[in-house]
Every structure is written in structure tokens, then in C-alpha cells.
């Protein structure tokens, strides 16, 4: 009898342990910083990158994209062979937009064209209060550290945007977006002309499965299927 009294006593001892552990482990949300909640994002996103790279994720992943391109685009060879000529005749088409974008999805770099289209819309701007609140929410998801869609630009030009958020004019990501786009016409173009995507549209073919690839770190550019003057889409 004093045995199992002993045994029930130390039982419940490590419930009541267990619990505390649990509690301690599961707190508050509300305990939670916010850099702590970051890190954990980008984590699960490097873990689902990681997971898309994955042979049996690739095909059919990329072919449902493909798949919804050659559904619903209306490009003919001949317009598709005009965005050979030059990566501003590519951008302003929003086909070639759309193709130039799902191409950079292949390789992990979307965020560059997102920053880009985002500039865009935020030049359009009408009023200091729409300003005020599209520079803001472009800077957290494209510029600061540890940003959500981070885009690589140099410290001079991080520095001066940082410096200027406060007070937000509509030419504030101007030195931005010109970096980002030079950086997207020299590198991810001059691959997107020899990709299976662009060689598809310009033969007028329908597109295949093409592996997917991840790219540096060093040049890292949500989905859009439209450009939207709503500041919404960039919160």
C-alpha cells in the first residue's frame, strides 16, 4: 500500500512538471516578439523552399503554372519575338509582365519584379496621406532588415530611404527601383530570352514542365494577376 502511495506521489510529480513545461513552451502569444515571429517565417518559408525543390514537387508545380499561362494568354509569336528587343518593351506588355514574373517564380526571385511593380503603383499616388501610408508599407516588405520580400540594394541606398520614410515623397524609391531594375535586365532577362517559358511563346508551342531552380541569396527579387492601385496588396 505505501509503495503505490509512493508511486501515485511521484506520478502525479511529473504531470504537474509536465504541464509547467508545456505551459513554458506553449506561453502567450502574446509573449512573442515580433523579430522572434520573423525569424520563425522565414524559416518555414527556407523549409517550404526546400520542399518545392524536391522532384516530385517540381513537375507538377511548375506545370499548373504553365498550364494557367497557356489558358489564359493571348500572346501571339509575333508580339512574344518584341520582348526579345529590348526588357522595357518586356515590362510594359502585361503579358510579357506576367511571363517575365512566372519565369522569376521558377527561380525563387519574384520578389525583385514585385518590388518593381510596387514602385510603379506607388507613383501613382494622389494625395500625401496615400503616400505616406504606400511608402510605409513598401518599406516593410521590401526594404528593411529582415524584411518580408527583401530586395538586395547597397547600404548608400538602404541608408537614404531608411533616412527619408518619415517624410515620403513620390520619388522616395526612385534610386531603388532603378537598382532592382538593372539588376533584373542583366541578369534574370538575359536568362528568361533562353528559357523553355519564352521559346514556348515566341513558337507559339504550349508550355512543358520546366525544373525549377533556386537562386543566390545575393539577387532575390505573393502572386499578382494584376496590378492594383490598392494599397492592400503590399500590407
Request: with cysteine.
Amino acid at each position: 500500500m505505501e509503495t503505490s502511495l509512493v508511486f501515485f506521489s511521484q506520478l502525479n510529480m511529473c504531470e504537474s512538471k509536465e504541464k509547467t513545461f508545456f505551459r513554458l513552451i506553449h506561453g502567450s502569444g502574446k509573449e512573442e516578439t515580433s523579430k522572434e515571429a520573423k525569424i520563425r517565417a522565414k524559416e518555414k518559408r527556407n523549409r517550404l523552399s526546400l520542399l518545392l525543390q524536391k522532384p516530385e514537387f517540381q513537375e507538377e508545380t511548375y506545370s499548373s503554372r504553365s498550364g494557367h499561362l497557356a489558358s489564359n494568354s493571348r500572346v501571339s509569336p509575333e508580339e512574344a519575338v518584341k520582348w526579345g528587343e529590348s526588357f522595357d518593351k518586356l515590362l510594359s506588355h502585361k503579358d510579357g509582365l506576367e511571363a517575365f514574373t512566372r519565369f522569376l517564380k521558377t527561380e525563387f526571385s519574384e520578389e525583385n519584379i514585385e518590388f518593381w511593380r510596387a514602385c510603379e503603383d506607388f507613383k501613382k499616388s494622389k494625395n500625401p496621406q496615400e503616400i505616406v501610408l504606400k511608402a510605409n508599407a513598401i518599406f516593410k516588405k521590401f526594404i528593411q532588415n529582415d524584411a518580408p520580400k527583401e530586395v538586395n540594394l547597397d547600404f548608400h541606398t538602404k541608408e537614404i530611404i531608411t533616412r527619408s520614410i518619415t517624410q515620403p515623397t513620390l520619388h522616395s524609391f526612385d534610386a531603388a527601383q532603378s537598382r532592382v531594375y538593372q539588376l533584373m535586365e542583366q541578369d534574370s532577362y538575359t536568362r528568361f530570352l533562353k528559357s523553355d517559358i519564352y521559346f514556348e511563346l515566341i513558337e507559339g508551342r504550349p508550355q512543358r514542365p520546366t525544373n525549377l531552380r533556386r537562386r543566390s541569396r545575393s539577387f532575390t527579387c505573393n502572386e499578382f494577376q494584376d496590378v492594383k492601385s490598392d494599397v492592400a496588396i503590399w500590407l
